[in-house]
T-cell receptor, first 111, second 111 residues
C-alpha cells in the first residue's frame, strides 16, 4: 500500500464549477501538507502549503487538512480553463526535508 | 533571476549505456532532489542531497547514482541504462523543506 493515495482521474468539469481534489495517507507522522500544480510538459510548482489540521484559503483555492481521518483536500472555486493541470499532493514529517508525493490528479476545465 | 535548469531535455539511448543527466540551480540552495515521474506512480524520489559531499538514496535508487561536488550541480548517472528507466526525470532544489523548485524535466527513452 502506498503511503499517499490520490485518485488519478482524469477529472473533467465545466468552467465555473467547484472542484474537489483529495488525498489520503497512512503515516500519522505527516505534519506538513502541500499541493503542487503541474502543467503539461512542465515541472511542478508549489500552489498551497498547510501545517497540521485546518483550512487555508488563497484566492479561489482552499486547502483542508483532517489529520484525524488522514485526509487532505484542495478546493477550487469558480474553476477556469487555466486551472487545467495535474495536481499533486505532497507531505512530510516534522523531521524530514524530503517530500512524499501522491500520484497526481489530472484536471481539465472545459470552457 | 534564479532558476533551475536540466540538460538534455530529451535523450534517447540504448540498453547498457551509461547516461548522465545534468541539473544546475542558481538559487544557492543546499537541498537538491532527483525524481522520476511515470504514469500511475507520480513523483518518486531517486536520490537527494542536503549539501556538498552529501548524498542519500531515495525510494527508487537502484541503478542510479549522484555526486555533489558544489552547491549548484547534482548530476544523475544511470550506470547501465535499462528499458525500465525510460521515464521523465525532474530535478528540484529547495531552501526550505516545503517549497521545492522544479526544473523543466528530461525525457529519457532507453531502447
Amino acid at each position: 500500500q502506498k503511503e499517499v493515495e490520490q485518485d488519478p482521474g482524469p477529472l473533467s468539469v465545466p468552467e465555473g464549477a467547484i472542484v474537489s481534489l483529495n488525498c489520503t495517507y497512512s503515516n500519522s507522522a505527516f505534519q506538513y501538507f502541500m499541493w503542487y500544480r503541474q502543467y503539461s510538459r512542465k515541472g511542478p510548482e508549489l500552489l498551497m502549503y498547510t501545517y497540521s489540521s485546518g483550512n487555508k484559503e488563497d484566492g479561489r483555492f482552499t486547502a483542508q487538512v483532517d489529520k484525524s481521518s488522514k485526509y487532505i483536500s484542495l478546493f477550487i472555486r469558480d474553476s477556469q480553463p487555466s486551472d487545467s493541470a495535474t495536481y499533486l499532493c505532497a507531505m512530510r514529517t516534522g523531521s524530514a526535508r524530503q517530500l512524499t508525493f501522491g500520484s497526481g490528479t489530472q484536471l481539465t476545465v472545459l470552457p | 533571476d534564479a532558476e533551475i535548469t536540466q540538460s538534455p531535455r530529451h535523450k534517447i539511448t540504448e540498453t547498457g549505456r551509461q547516461v548522465t543527466l545534468a541539473c544546475h540551480q542558481t538559487w544557492n540552495h543546499n537541498n537538491m532532489f532527483w525524481y522520476r515521474q511515470d504514469l500511475g506512480h507520480g513523483l518518486r524520489l531517486i536520490h537527494y542531497s542536503y549539501g556538498v559531499q552529501d548524498t542519500n538514496k531515495g525510494e527508487v535508487s537502484d541503478g542510479y547514482s549522484v555526486s555533489r561536488s558544489n552547491t549548484e550541480d547534482l548530476p544523475l548517472t544511470l550506470e547501465s541504462a535499462a528499458s525500465s528507466q525510460t521515464s521523465v526525470y525532474f530535478c528540484a532544489s529547495s531552501g526550505s523543506p516545503d517549497t521545492q523548485y522544479f526544473g523543466p524535466g528530461t525525457r529519457l527513452t532507453v531502447l
